[in-house]
């Protein structure tokens, strides 16, 4: 059985269960020097991370992105990897790695959810009417002489 203590560091590293939660990671794969996981839908269009600990204590992130060759970064240090995820996913690993103040957040993902509303609204097929509210929508209709 392989040694999984590798694995259970990068984890931590990257933000252990703050991670999970903000970036959607599930899947994970731990080897004796590496963890592999797949994230969730980001702006950049990686669909799993493979960060590998190297000689010398440092890390080589591989990202794994549809239809194009994955993207390795060598000689990562543990203070930077999570900036480098960020930087490759668009993800953001906390709330405090955004920049923004919660206020601004709550406002951002409240436009969100107006616009994807007023989106809903408009994409929606129309209901269907029974005959009896369709004739009265109609109004009268002309008498035949």
């Known amino acids: 059985m392989a040694d999984l203590t590798v694995a259970k560091t990068i984890l931590e ?6 991670f999970v939660a903000m970036t ?3 899947d994970f794969v731990g080897t004796e020097d590496s963890l592999t ?5 980001n702006p950049k269009h990686v ?12 890390y080589a992130v591989t990202f794994f992105r549809r239809g194009k ?26 709330l405090r790695a955004s ?14 959810l107006s616009s994807m509303m007023n989106l809903h609204r408009f ?15 109609r109004g009268p209709s002309p008498s035949r002489s």
Do not use: W
Not at 13 to 18: A, C, K, S
Not at 47 to 58: F, M, W
Not at 69 to 94: H, K, R, W
């Open 123 to 137: 994409t929606r097929s129309p209901r269907r009417r029974g005959r009896a509210e369709s004739a009265a929508l």
């Open 69 to 94: 060759a994955p993207q390795i970064m060598d000689g990562i240090c543990c203070d930077t990897l999570q900036e480098v995820f960020t930087d490759n996913t668009g993800l953001y690993i906390s």
């Open 13 to 18: 590293q990257l933000g252990g269960e703050h």
């Open 99 to 112: 920049g923004k103040t919660v206020r601004e957040l709550s406002a951002v993902i409240s436009n969100q």
């Open 47 to 58: 669909s799993h991370v493979r960060v590998t600990q190297t000689p010398g204590d440092l």
């Open 24 to 26: 959607g990671a599930k």
């Open 37 to 41: 996981f797949k994230v969730g839908s």
